[in-house]
């Protein structure tokens, strides 16, 4: 298929940028914003695995940004979590080399019960203690942490910024600011890896996905910077919302079979 021969109309396309820059913003702060973006693309007309290529250029943007504003503010040290970064690019290197092949539709029909259960960890438990910045991260757990999440950004991967959060925040000694820090930036990993599969594939809409991936930009650097003035005490309302709401959103689509 011709990708740059998309036709797409304008008031299309303004939607279009309108929701990446609002995913990019709630995307940066708690993750989900592929439930956004998702939709909106395949609302749009494009084919199923064109859409997946597509949104993973524009969320490889948002996520770029996001992770880079972390760092910056030393909130995520590359160093402490490279285990997790190379499990994580493998593990998004196998997944989206899978996706063609291998049906993910027993694995989405469990997402709706994991967001919720997590959401309701988070919404019942107080926040975590901060943690002092030096503590040790337990090594052997990034391993399997960063191939499982990885994996499922690459075959899957509507809610994985959220998937990342919750899970960092049950694995490690992190306060919700870092943990956001963590998910932004292994996404960004997850996402880099994908994208470069669904490229040697062909599954890339290039215009629309760099023009969805300008306004994500803007958005996640927005949404970064808001969460990290605001602290957890900000994120955390924030991300519970978005976690349950995920967790609706899924269950709806796989478990009663609606888009």
């Known amino acids: 298929m011709p990708l740059l021969e998309l036709s797409i109309d304008l008031p299309v396309l303004a939607a279009l940028l309108a929701v990446a820059f609002f995913a990019g913003f709630i995307d940066a702060i708690a993750g989900g914003g592929g439930l956004l973006t998702l939709p909106a693309l395949l609302t749009a007309g494009l084919p199923p695995h064109l859409v997946l290529g597509t949104n993973k250029l524009c969320a490889t943007f948002g996520s770029a940004t996001a992770s880079f504003t972390f760092y910056r503010r030393k909130l995520f040290d590359p160093i402490q979590w490279r285990r997790a970064l190379i499990a994580t690019a493998i593990g998004a290197a196998l997944g989206a080399g899978l996706a063609h092949l291998i049906p993910a539709r027993w694995l989405n029909q469990l997402l709706p019960l994991i967001v919720f259960v997590c959401g309701l960890y988070l919404l ?8 002092d910045k030096n503590t040790p991260i337990g090594k052997h757990r990034q391993w399997p942490h960063g191939l499982g999440l990885g994996f499922y950004d690459g075959i899957a991967g509507p809610g994985t910024g959220a998937f990342w959060t919750v899970s960092s925040l049950l694995l490690y000694p992190l306060d919700l600011l870092r943990a956001s820090g963590v998910a932004r930036s292994m996404n ?4 880099g890896t994908a994208l470069g599969v669904f490229i040697i594939s062909g599954q890339v ?3 629309l996905g760099l023009g969805m991936g300008l306004a994500l930009m803007a958005g996640a650097y927005l949404g970064a910077r808001t969460a990290i003035r605001g602290g957890s005490k900000f994120i955390r309302p924030i991300f519970i919302l978005v976690v349950l709401l995920l967790s609706l959103r899924l269950a709806w689509q796989h478990w009663f079979g609606s888009a």
Request: proline share 20%.
């Open 124 to 131: 019942i438990n107080p926040a975590p203690a901060p943690r």
């Open 188 to 191: 960004f990993v997850s996402n």
């Open 205 to 207: 809409a290039w215009v």
